[in-house]
């Protein structure tokens, strides 16, 4: 019988807002308070709120001049009445049970906030794929003693795979712990970091969490959305991220614990930011790096694999000019867009080259494309891999 309010920021989602709210109303938990949060919309989304607010009780609509993510978040906790408090973007949609199996789990396992997962959805047909927590589900213990949850708020750099994900929408929290950290928030937090802030800064006040593995949230990909979109105003955004980030951090016991894990995570964001001032990829920081001390200078390379990593490495290699590249094989290769030259495996034939790369993160699979070359007679001491490394490694180390 707990009362669970859920708060929908808004602006300008007029084409998908029917989808998100109805969702919700079409809840098994049927105790919400649902909290529309128009942010200033110019697109018809208000007119939509007041009709819902018309037709169902359980619905309440803020109105107010548009002040950002965060002013808008604080707005609807503010006003919410509930036990707990979830979030829905207004452009995303969710499971028809996943309040109820927030709750059940908030229930049964005693805990401050629970996570789940979410579907990404593509409309422009690239695939889908399942975003949330990389640690391993159960109820996880927060102090200074048990501070495993702690120490991996933040993805860190690439070979550190598990994290808390940053993202509020899939998470059910005690209302109490995330109205405390909104209202202590500077409203200037919008943009990159937003949600990062929320969900750090409730974990930090927080005594315990319940990770699941359950996949309840529908998030929806728009090339015209904040994360696709340029952004000249950034590297400012990060900044004020980071700030919040580190007073929450300075007010806390954990403090000397994760200050590298904050600084590595905005240096991350900060390149983020940098890339995404630019439309095309000539100028944009290469995300994964090659190191190697086993290939001689001017030697003859291809790349295997076409990806991000073969991708990164094909620019940043062309940087540095140490090797001479012939070009990229990918099984794949006739349909991709040609970023450098790419060809299938069976070209390889045609190139006298001295080594090849296998551009892969995953190692077993790297093995595997490995052992395949090898069946096509080329020579194990020619074939490289290596963990790709962030930019702070490649230049630390």
Same mark, same amino acid.
């Given at each position: 019988?707990?009362l669970?309010?859920v708060?929908?920021?808004?602006y300008n989602v007029?084409?998908y807002? *029917?989808?998100?709210?109805?969702?919700i109303l079409?809840?098994t /938990?049927?105790?919400?308070?649902?909290?529309?949060?128009?942010d200033?919309?110019? #697109?018809g =989304?208000?007119e939509?709120?007041d009709?819902?607010a018309?037709?169902?009780?359980?619905?309440?609509?803020i109105?107010q001049?548009?002040?950002?993510?965060?002013?808008?978040?604080?707005?609807?906790?503010n006003?919410?009445?509930?036990?707990?408090?979830?979030?829905?973007d207004?452009?995303d949609?969710?499971?028809?049970?996943?309040?109820q *199996?927030?709750?059940?789990? +908030?229930?049964?396992?005693?805990v401050d906030i629970?996570?789940?997962?979410?579907?990404?959805e593509?409309p422009w047909?690239?695939?889908?794929?399942v975003?949330?927590?990389?640690?391993?589900t159960?109820n996880y213990q927060i102090n200074?003693?048990?501070?495993?949850?702690?120490?991996?708020l933040?993805?860190?750099? !690439?070979?550190?795979?598990?994290?808390?994900?940053?993202?509020? /929408?899939?998470?059910?929290f005690?209302?109490?712990?995330?109205?405390s950290?909104?209202?202590? +928030?500077?409203?200037?937090v919008?943009?990159?970091?937003d949600?990062?802030?929320?969900?750090?800064?409730?974990?930090?006040k =927080?005594?315990?969490? +319940?990770?699941?593995?359950?996949?309840?949230?529908?998030?929806?990909?728009?090339?015209?959305?904040?994360? !696709?979109?340029?952004?000249?105003?950034?590297?400012?955004?990060v900044n004020y991220?980071y700030?919040?980030?580190?007073?929450?951090?300075?007010?806390s016991?954990?403090?000397?614990?994760?200050?590298?894990?904050l600084?590595e995570?905005?240096?991350k =964001? *900060?390149?983020?930011?940098?890339n995404?001032?630019?439309?095309?990829d000539?100028?944009?920081?290469?995300?994964y790096f090659f190191r190697?001390?086993?290939?001689?200078?001017? =030697?003859?390379?291809?790349i295997?694999?076409?990806?991000?990593?073969g991708?990164?490495?094909?620019?940043?290699?062309?940087?540095?000019?140490?090797?001479?590249?012939?070009?990229?094989?990918?099984?794949?290769?006739?349909?991709?867009?040609?970023l450098g030259v790419i @060809?299938?495996? #069976?070209?390889m034939?045609?190139?006298k080259f #001295?080594?090849?790369i296998i551009?892969?993160?995953d +190692?077993?699979?790297?093995?595997e494309i490995?052992?395949?070359?090898?069946?096509?007679?080329i020579?194990?001491q020619k074939?490289i891999?290596?963990l790709?490394c962030?930019? @702070?490694e490649?230049?630390h180390?």
């Open positions: 019988n707990d669970i309010s708060i929908v920021p808004i007029k084409p807002l *029917t989808e998100c709210v109805d969702s079409n809840q /938990c049927k105790n919400l308070e649902i909290i529309l949060v128009d200033g919309s110019t #697109d =989304s208000s939509v709120c009709d819902y018309e037709k169902e009780k359980r619905i309440k609509v109105h001049e548009n002040s950002g993510l965060t002013v808008t978040r604080r707005a609807g906790v006003l919410a009445q509930g036990k707990y408090i979830g979030f829905v207004g452009d949609w969710i499971e028809e049970n996943m309040y *199996t927030l709750h059940d789990y +908030m229930q049964k396992e005693n629970v996570t789940s997962k979410c579907y990404r593509y047909g690239t695939g889908d794929g975003l949330g927590d990389t640690i391993p159960g200074e003693k048990e501070d495993y949850i702690i120490t991996h933040f993805p860190g750099l !690439y070979e550190k795979a598990e994290y808390i994900n940053g993202s509020l /929408c899939f998470k059910l005690k209302v109490e712990i995330i109205k950290v909104l209202n202590e +928030m500077d409203k200037r919008h943009g990159f970091m949600d990062t802030v929320c969900v750090v800064g409730a974990i930090i =927080s005594k315990s969490i +319940m990770i699941s593995s359950d996949v309840l949230y529908h998030h929806r990909e728009r090339k015209d959305s904040f994360t !696709y979109a340029r952004n000249p105003l950034g590297l400012l955004q991220g700030l919040a980030l580190k007073k929450i951090l300075e007010s016991v954990y403090k000397e614990k994760i200050r590298g894990d600084e995570f905005v240096s =964001s *900060t390149i983020a930011a940098l995404n001032l630019f439309e095309g000539e100028y944009k920081i290469p995300q190697s001390k086993t290939i001689p200078i001017s =030697s003859k390379v291809l295997y694999g076409a990806g991000k990593v991708q990164s490495y094909w620019k940043q290699l062309k940087i540095e000019d140490k090797y001479h590249l012939l070009g990229i094989i990918d099984k794949n290769a006739s349909e991709i867009e040609n @060809f299938t495996p #069976d070209q034939i045609d190139f #001295d080594f090849i551009a892969i993160q +190692m077993r699979l790297a093995m490995k052992q395949q070359l090898i069946q096509k007679d020579a194990p074939i891999w290596e790709p962030s930019i @702070f490649y230049f180390l």
